[in-house]
T-cell receptor
Framework: DSGVTQTPKHLITATGQRVTLRCSPR?????VYWYQQSLDQGLQFLIQ???????AKGNILERFSAQQFPDLHSELNLSSLELGDSALYFC???????????FGPGTRLTVL | AQTVTQSQPEMSVQEAETVTLSCTYD???????LFWYKQPPSRQMILVIR??????QNATENRFSVNFQKAAKSFSLKISDSQLGDAAMYFC?????????????FGKGTRLSVIA
């Protein structure tokens, strides 16, 4: 158990819908990262927050957004869902930018 | 942009034997970190081992060790005394510790099978 929690574990929804994925980092970690793992694209970085502020953006679509709250948990919002958004979404956390990232168990999103 | 290449999509090893997974990376940075993560069928991403580029000594964690060749930009993972529980996808990852931009860049992964 890495200490990073993610909810829900599984999510099944329809095209065009909007979902919210939630992540709670390890105690003491200030940085949260979101990654997407799909069969064709592999593991890709989406976005990073540090202590409530956005720090880096990767290949995140405009339909996707995220935020980190004062209690340091983070939410990833996915809207206007398409079939291609079906993937495993990981959250990872670290103490700071130079530290090892520990991953949560992931949320498996299926868009039908 | 940094890239990570794992040239072996699949590998297999007999139980109790040793196997080496390859990883190469491309970067112009001198300070960076390299990682191996394991993803078993449960899909959890588990850190196996970490190497700081400024350290010449190869990292070791129990049965797992790396061969870090900085000049060649090579970072292979050796698993000794392979066990059935080692069967998983293994991902090599790179990160540069620049402030404000420290995501992991992953290779495509190597699927390791362990034969009893």
């Amino acid at each position: 158990d890495s200490g990073v929690t993610q909810t829900p574990k599984h999510l099944i929804t329809a095209t065009g819908q909007r979902v919210t994925l939630r992540c709670s980092p390890r105690s003491g970690d200030l940085s949260v990262y979101w990654y997407q793992q799909s069969l064709d694209q592999g593991l890709q970085f989406l976005i990073q927050y540090y202590n409530g502020e956005e720090r880096a953006k990767g290949n995140i679509l405009e339909r996707f957004s995220a935020q980190q709250f004062p209690d340091l948990h983070s939410e990833l919002n996915l809207s206007s869902l398409e079939l291609g958004d079906s993937a495993l979404y990981f959250c990872a956390s670290s103490v700071g930018g130079r530290d090892t990232q520990y991953f949560g168990p992931g949320t498996r999103l299926t868009v039908l | 942009a940094q890239t990570v290449t794992q040239s072996q999509p699949e590998m297999s090893v007999q139980e109790a034997e040793t196997v080496t997974l390859s990883c190469t990376y491309d970067t112009s940075e001198s300070d960076y970190y390299l990682f191996w993560y394991k993803q078993p069928p449960s899909r959890q991403m588990i850190l196996v081992i970490r190497q700081e580029a400024y350290k010449q000594q190869n990292a070791t964690e129990n049965r797992f060790s790396v061969n870090f060749q900085k000049a060649a930009k090579s970072f292979s993972l050796k698993i000794s005394d392979s066990q059935l529980g080692d069967a998983a996808m293994y991902f090599c990852a790179y990160r540069t510790p620049n402030s404000g931009n420290t995501p992991l860049v992953f290779g495509k992964g190597t699927r390791l099978s362990v034969i009893a």
